[in-house]
């Protein structure tokens, strides 16, 4: 049987990943990536009166995400002995950075190390009015996206919520953006919106990218809004509906074909949960999560998706949903099956698309000089590449 076959989950894949546990069974517990309500659990454990637990957790919340601390002994509104004590219990640690490149362009890439000696990608793209962080939320992916780069990184594990909201923390270090680096007003903020389009597959570790968000759009805390949050899946049709209501995040969708055919092959995922049951869980969704449009992306491939007649597919298939189509020209990689479309035909299949009502941006590669663009992120240390051949043999094209 092909690889691409096997790879297709038939039971919840969350089960097959590891998950490292928030508590570690020695050692002190990371107060980063802890819920208010976990926090609060802590607190108590280490002796604090019940009755003051809440407020404490309130200080010490905003002393971690307001102000971006990592010392307890500087939480000053604290009394001496407590904050000793909280160093007895207690880190706030974040993931380590191996290394930072800077593109040409502006763009960040940061190699990230996690527990367990993993490593993982972030990637910063400044633009005029926006910073936007793309965060990973798994150790390569279980999908095995024929054009990605990350799916044929074999090693996953699935992050924790504190290696998830870690990476918004120290990207906000290196950017200098907190109150005592000189921090923006809020509506100049670098680091101003997340998408979950790094590594992995965010639906696969729904819980752990759920309480992370949560923290990141807390009010008294990071307070990004819920509005400047992008999820992107593949399509995992069973968490669409649970994302509306328990993140309510903007939602993307890896679309990339327009028939079950190539769908299958490019994505697939799609063997799983077709096209058909993924336009009926996305066009629930804008109701559910009182969000405005959902954004389609769509990878250019020469020859294999990027016809007019696609285009026009595409259109009668999204029919009804509010939607933005989010045109990516490919980005290659070492050993990719596949070619970028030409400029003009990617323009001819946006001029479709827009002329039919719909807002067609073309993505601009950003970053490429550093492989940070869309689909390139696969850890440095990873060496088991599958061969040209192999992918092809998979993927049928
Ligand atoms: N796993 C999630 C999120 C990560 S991928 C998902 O698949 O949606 C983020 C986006 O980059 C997805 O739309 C993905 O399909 C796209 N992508 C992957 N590899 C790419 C490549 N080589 N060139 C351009 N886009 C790519
Ligand atoms: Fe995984 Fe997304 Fe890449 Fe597919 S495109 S292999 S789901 S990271």
Redesign the pocket.
Known sequence: MAETEQAVPQAPITQDVLTIPRKMPEGPVNLIGLSRGQMRDALIEIGTPEKQAKMRVGQIWQWIYVWGKRDFAEMTNLAKDYRSKLADHFVIALPEVVSRNVSTDGTRKYLVRIAGGHEVEVVYIPETDRGTLCVSSQVG?T?T?S????GTQKLVRNLTAGEIIGQVMLVRDDLGEWPEQGAPKDEQRLLSNIV???????LYNFENVRDAMKIAMDPEGLSLSRRRITL???GVVPEIARTADEIGCQL???F?ATTDETRDKL?PINKRWNIAELLDALRAYPKLSNSERITF?Y?MLDGVNDTDEDARRLIKLIDGIPAKINL??????PG?PYKRSSNNRIRAFADIIYKAGYASPIRTPRGEDIMA????LKSATERARKSRAQIAAETGL
């Not at 054009?147 to 990350?150: A, D, E, K, L, V």
């Not at 979950?196 to 965010?202: C, F, Q």
């Not at 663009?373 to 390139?376: H, K, P, V």
């Open positions: 992916c999908l996206c054009f990605c780069h990350t979950l389009m790094g590594m992995g597959e965010p992107s899946t593949s993307a969708v890896s990339h994505v992306e990878v990516i020209p490919f980005n290659e990689w990719a663009a869309c689909g390139q």
